[in-house]
C-alpha cells in the first residue's frame, strides 16, 4: 500500500458501488501491483487489468463487486472497478462524469453526443485521466483505450466527484432505455462478439 498524499485520504476511503475495502478487492489489487515500486506504475497495472478483463458491454451500472464477478460492464461499472482497486492500495481517485464525443471508428458514432464516466488519479502530484472502458475486442467500434489518454475527442459538462450521486443508476437506466445511440451500440457490440 502506498502512502496517501495529505488532504486526499477522503479519495481513497470506499464510497457507493465503490467497494475499496472489500477483501477480494483489496488481495486483488495487491496480487496485481505486487512488483510496482510507485503509484504511477501501479495505476497503470490496474488500468491494462480492467481494461482487458472485463469486457465493455451496455448493461446496468454495477458496483465494484458486482463487475468483479460478472466480468463484464459499461464505462461507469469498469471505472468503478478501477477506482476501488486504486483506493484500495492508497492511490486518490476520483469520478469524472461528462458529455463527449468518443474516439470511434464508426463515423455515425464518432459524431454522437455521449455521457461518459472515466477516472482521475492523483500521482506525481497531478491529476491524470484513466479511463479504462474499452478493451481491444471493442477496437472495431471504439479506439481502445491508453493510460492517461481521453478516450473522446470533445468533452463538456464536466463533474469532477468522490461518488456517483444518489440517482445516477436510475438516471441511466431511463437513458438505456430510450435513446437510439445506445440501441445502435448494443447492436454494433452484440455483431462484434458473435463474429
Known amino acids: 500500500m502506498f502512502q496517501i498524499p495529505s488532504d486526499y485520504e477522503e479519495l481513497c476511503k470506499p464510497t457507493r458501488y465503490c467497494e475499496s475495502d472489500d477483501p477480494e478487492i483489496v488481495e486483488l489489487s495487491k496480487k496485481i501491483t505486487n512488483n510496482k515500486k510507485t503509484p504511477r506504475e501501479a495505476a497503470q497495472a490496474l488500468f491494462e487489468w480492467v481494461r482487458d478483463n472485463i469486457k465493455y458491454d451496455i448493461a446496468a451500472i454495477l458496483g465494484a463487486k458486482e463487475v468483479l464477478k460478472k466480468k463484464s460492464s459499461c464505462c461507469v461499472g469498469k471505472t468503478n472497478l478501477f ?3 486504486c483506493r484500495a492500495i492508497g492511490i486518490p481517485t476520483r469520478y469524472i462524469m461528462f458529455k463527449c464525443n468518443l474516439k470511434s471508428t464508426i463515423k ?3 459524431t454522437s453526443v455521449v455521457r461518459h464516466v472515466a477516472a482521475e488519479i492523483y500521482v506525481d502530484r497531478k491529476w491524470i485521466i484513466v479511463d479504462p ?7 472495431k467500434m471504439y479506439e481502445p483505450s491508453k493510460f492517461g489518454v481521453p478516450t ?10 468522490k461518488s456517483l450521486p444518489r ?5 441511466q437506466k431511463l437513458f438505456f432505455a430510450s435513446n437510439s445511440e445506445v440501441k445502435k451500440v448494443r447492436n454494433i457490440l452484440k455483431g462484434i462478439r458473435n463474429q
Open 83 to 85: 477506482v476501488a482497486l
Open 108 to 110: 455515425d458514432l464518432s
Open 167 to 171: 440517482g445516477f443508476s436510475f438516471l
Open 133 to 139: 472502458a474499452y478493451e481491444k475486442s471493442v477496437g
Open 152 to 161: 473522446w475527442t470533445k468533452w463538456w459538462d464536466v463533474q469532477r466527484v
